[in-house]
């Protein structure tokens, strides 16, 4: 099973900042088999990125994806009200899918 | 508008069965598989498995390999999840959610997610 381990657990930022989240894979995954995911209290998660640099249907460009092999990011410019929220990497590259435990960002 | 709606919240004693439902709308429930995906505070998201409503072909995750049961109701649309035996490490948020696609047997990005079904198990 590939492991995702997300860093920080929770970033502390204020709106307009940008925020830097990370995501490393226990094994080298296709940029194709990977997506991060936002959730806010109470809320079912919500698909922002596929395929480690696409956004998905609606989601504004502030929010953008890079990465390859092991190391996968996501970056929010200029953080918005709606921003501060969980976000979750996923990885399908192999059986089981598996996602990351998760980053808080949460405003200072 | 393509949605996924659940059942409500279910309060079990150890020991007791349980299905709970998914009900898809807006989209042609036999083309997609839908997957379950389950929520617990300090373990994040886990995948328990995924069926496909056409032929009702179900891979489950190895973790929860014979824990629940995923079944459909092509009729009406539904989809379920379905406990014989609850345990109180059961509890937890169950989530049904469509694959874009499945990737070589392993569901890919969720793009559709239902409201989440809170169960408790509790003696």
């Known amino acids: 099973e590939i492991v995702l381990t997300q860093s920080p657990g929770t970033l502390s930022m204020s709106p307009g900042e940008r925020a830097t989240l990370s995501c490393r894979a226990s094994q080298s995954i296709s940029t194709s088999y990977f997506a991060w995911y936002q959730q806010k209290p109470g809320q079912a998660p919500r698909l922002l990125i596929y395929?480690?640099?696409s956004r998905a249907t609606g989601i504004p460009d502030r929010f953008s994806g890079s990465g390859s092999e092991t190391d996968f990011t996501l970056t929010i410019n200029r953080l918005e009200p709606e921003d501060f929220a969980v976000y979750y990497c996923q990885q399908f590259a192999s059986s089981p899918t598996t996602f990351g435990q998760g980053t808080k960002v949460e405003i200072k | 508008e393509v949605q996924l709606a659940q059942s409500g919240a279910e309060v079990k004693k150890p020991g007791e069965s349980l299905r709970i439902s998914c009900e898809a709308s807006g989209y042609s429930f036999t083309t997609y598989w839908i997957a379950w995906v389950r929520q617990v505070p300090g373990r994040g998201l886990e995948w328990l498995g995924v069926?496909?409503?056409?032929?009702?072909?179900?891979r489950y995750s190895p973790s929860f390999q014979g824990q629940v049961t995923i079944s459909v109701d092509k009729s009406i649309n539904t989809a379920y999840l379905q406990w014989s035996g609850l345990k109180a490490s059961d509890t937890g948020i169950y989530f049904c959610?469509?694959?874009?696609?499945?990737?070589?047997?392993?569901?890919?990005?969720?793009?559709?997610w239902g409201q989440g079904t809170l169960v408790t198990v509790s003696a």
């Open positions: 069926i496909y409503p056409s032929d009702s072909d179900t």
């Open positions: 395929g480690t640099f």
């Open positions: 959610a469509r694959p874009v696609h499945m990737a070589r047997g392993v569901p890919g990005t969720f793009d559709i």
